[in-house]
């Protein structure tokens, strides 16, 4: 196999705790973040991700190269396939599974629910099949969302890990909400260690262009307007609020979950009561506006940005939303430390650097 070489020293581990792991869906933002960092601290890291052209595929080759000058090999491959599974198992003892693969997306699932039925569903199970048949088991740990908790006025209190999820107003929210019911049951059946990281929106360098706040910059850089929504809710006009959390945060996150994950226990593991089923919101504990947002990115360029406000249609129950992050405080030591000035200070020095400076934008 042209990849074995690659792969192998890819995989080499530098550190004695012996840990392993592929990275599914390394050349996107979150695991490319995740890659580098189990790579630093000395772990063996291999990587697969499909390039797909959701978004800039340019983007994820250069997180592609930063990675391949670290010592991560990716893998150009997609994890529907299991004899390419099978290959990089045979390949590597992976000791864990970060499963960051994913069609991600809120907008493009209304016209293409099967590429998410496909890329997060069946790819999931195929994963998880594989999976369970190695020897020993990995331990999984992947990223479902906080968009499960979809459409429940809360008053505006955070969202735990208790709260109903049967409400996804979304199908990319329904399909991280399956995905968690298959990996319970792969959990219960299999006895593999599985852990359900809730990211909420995770910002930062080399995020990804389709979020909002992309545009946003972008917007201000182009003199553009920007429209901002408000929830017409009890005609109080809420402006939409979002529980931002910094990239390092999460990488912190995903890596004191792999380190806490426990051990599979093969089949029928669970009814042992040995291999962990866990699930942990992963933000920042506070609400931000949007209006807060801009107004730090017009800070840190020094330029103002043209605003149109228009009123939501619907009843806007999700228009605020935020998280309870004190499960996974106290389970994994799961501490977000960077506040939103300084996470959006270096998200903007890394735009400016990559997308270059457009002529009246004072980059100091
Ligand atoms: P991303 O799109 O940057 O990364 C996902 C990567 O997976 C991409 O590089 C894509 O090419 C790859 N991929 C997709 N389908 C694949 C397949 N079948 N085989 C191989 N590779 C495949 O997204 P991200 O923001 O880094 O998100 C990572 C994970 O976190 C996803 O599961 C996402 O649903 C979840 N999540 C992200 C956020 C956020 O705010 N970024 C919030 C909640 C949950």
């Known amino acids: 196999n042209p990849w074995t070489n690659s792969i192998r020293s890819s995989a080499h581990i530098h550190r004695d705790n012996g840990i392993s792991v592929l ?14 960092a189990l790579k630093n601290r000395g772990d063996g890291v291999v990587g697969v991700d499909n390039f797909n052209n959701y978004y800039s595929p340019s983007l994820k080759r250069t997180r592609q190269s930063l990675l391949d000058f670290h010592g991560v090999y990716i893998v150009d491959g997609d994890i529907n396939d299991y004899r390419l599974l099978s290959m990089l198992f045979n390949t590597v003892p992976f000791t864990h599974v970060m499963h960051l693969a994913a069609q991600v997306g809120v907008q493009y699932a209304i016209d293409n629910p099967y590429v998410y039925v496909h890329n997060n569903i069946a ?144 089949s029928g593991g669970s009814k042992n ?58 389970e994994i030591g799961f501490k977000p430390t960077t506040d939103l000035q300084t996470g959006l200070k270096e998200f903007v020095k890394w735009y400016l650097w990559y997308y270059g400076k457009p002529f009246d934008c004072d980059r100091t």
């Open 23 to 36: 990275v599914t869906g390394a050349a996107g933002f979150i695991g490319s973040h995740v890659s580098l």
């Open 123 to 266: 790819s999931f199970i195929t994963l998880l099949e594989r999976c369970k048949v190695s020897n020993p088991q990995p331990a999984v740990v992947w990223a479902s969302s906080g968009s499960v908790y979809g459409i429940q006025n809360k008053n505006n209190n955070p969202f735990s890990e208790m709260d109903r999820v049967d409400l996804p107003s979304t199908i990319y929210a329904s399909t991280k909400r399956t995905g968690e019911e298959i990996a319970r049951t792969y959990n219960r059946l299999h006895g593999l260690s599985i852990t359900a990281l809730r990211f909420f929106t995770v910002y930062g360098p080399w995020g990804r262009p389709d979020m909002a706040y992309f545009s946003f910059i972008k917007n201000i850089l182009t003199g553009e307007p920007i429209t901002m929504y408000r929830a017409n809710r009890a005609k109080n006009h809420l402006h939409l609020a979002r529980d931002f959390v910094y990239i390092d945060d999460i990488v912190k996150g995903c890596v004191a979950s792999l380190d806490t994950s426990g051990k599979s226990t093969g």
């Open 273 to 330: 009561g040995s291999a962990p089923y866990r699930v942990f919101n992963l933000g920042n504990g506070s609400p931000v506006t949007v209006p807060e947002l801009v107004t730090v990115l017009e800070d840190n360029l020094k330029m103002k940005a043209t605003k149109d406000v228009m009123d939501m249609c619907g009843n806007g129950d999700d228009s605020f939303a935020y998280v309870n992050i004190s499960l996974a405080e106290k």
